[in-house]
């Protein structure tokens, strides 16, 4: 029984360590609507039936969100 509680407890903190990272990944590569590699704006142009949306900049680097908080302001005409 105390290893069956240990496992649960070590994968659900292994679930929220996994959740943050990626988190922090997708906000990195947002960098509030702006490409962090060419300084363009990012525009979105697809998006799929689970919220995601994929966005590009005018020098050609994509960007997949999916977490609907990063880009929460620009993504209100993403996919409508």
């Not at 990626?22 to 697809?46: L, M, Q, T, Y």
């Not at 689970?50 to 609907?68: L, N």
């Amino acid at each position: 029984m105390a290893t069956l509680l240990v496992f649960f407890v070590v994968a659900v903190a292994a679930f929220v360590i996994m959740g943050g990272l990626s988190f922090r990944s997708e906000r990195r590569e947002w960098n509030r609507g702006i490409c962090p590699d060419c300084f363009r704006p990012w525009k979105c142009f697809d998006w799929d039936s689970q919220g995601g949306r994929m966005y590009k900049c005018g020098g050609g680097h994509y960007v997949d969100i999916t977490a609907p908080w990063v880009d929460r302001s620009y993504s209100q005409g993403c996919g409508k």
